[in-house]
């Protein structure tokens, strides 16, 4: 039920937002933007790249100091980014044996009102309050110790997936310049969001009571998770664990625009 009202209000909010497109137009005349340059833009975020981010926007004048946007951004399903670098800023081997498998990725779709504060649309300082929603898939191999009666413990692995859905807002505070007559640079400095999460992992496997009680041990210190509450169920055909509560980021983006 969680998961469809989150997807409900999604909806809804994109709705609202194309009818706010579409009441605009009628408004906007030839000399709302400055010198009869194009309604548009497309936007490609630069630094998302080298995270296996692809994040684009685009963005239309709606009036002489005002655009509306709409930005997706996608993650194909992969392995951390920069592996070797957070190895080493693991210490711990423990902890670098459950993670290094570890794979995810993520779709989002992020509404938007820009009011900028310089010559005109497109140009200046802006204030874009902003609605996000988010979801993030991930596929971890489990490792849990079940103790025998030889040698003091035997690992096992679980592999478990699923997925996290988030919806946030916030406001993005940036600048934007006119490069060429058609290439604009977009820097979205600072934008904090807030809102809540809801999703699962699980995973199957035929489990004896023992190896059922060591997993239980191992999954018990997922409740240590900031913010996000935790419960977990394991029973002979294996474990799912929910994520449920508050949630909260930072959006940041370097991006480069083609006016049209």
Request: no cysteine.
């Amino acid at each position: 039920m969680r998961q469809m009202n989150i997807k409900t209000f999604t909806i809804l909010t994109f709705l609202l937002f194309l009818s706010g497109i579409r009441s605009s137009y009628a408004q906007l005349d030839s000399s709302t933007v400055n010198g009869g340059d194009g309604k548009y833009l497309i936007k490609l975020n630069l630094l998302a790249l080298p995270l296996n981010n692809f994040s684009f926007q685009a963005e239309r004048a709606v009036g002489k100091r005002t655009a509306v946007g709409l930005g997706l951004r996608f993650m194909p399903k992969s392995g951390l980014p920069f592996k070797s670098q957070i190895e080493n800023l693991i210490d711990d081997p423990e902890s670098w044996k459950q993670i290094k498998d570890f794979k995810t990725g993520n779709f989002a779709i992020t509404p938007e009102v820009r009011f900028y504060m310089g010559k005109g649309v497109f140009r200046g300082f802006y204030v874009a309050p902003f609605v996000r929603y988010t979801r993030y898939t991930a596929e971890l191999p489990f490792t849990f110790n079940v103790p025998n009666s030889t040698d003091g413990f035997t690992s096992e692995v679980i592999p478990l997936s699923g997925n996290l859905s988030t919806i946030t807002g916030g406001v993005l505070l940036g600048a934007q310049w006119k490069l060429t007559k058609l290439l604009y640079l977009d820097w979205s400095i600072f934008g904090p969001q807030y809102g809540a999460s809801n999703g699962s992992i699980s995973g199957n496997r035929s489990l004896s009571t023992n190896e059922q009680n060591a997993l239980r041990d191992e999954l018990q210190t997922l409740s240590d998770l900031p913010l996000v509450k935790t419960t977990y169920t394991v029973d002979q055909n294996g474990a799912t664990v929910d994520f449920k509560g508050p949630w909260a980021g930072i959006r940041s983006s370097f991006s480069l625009g083609f006016r049209f």
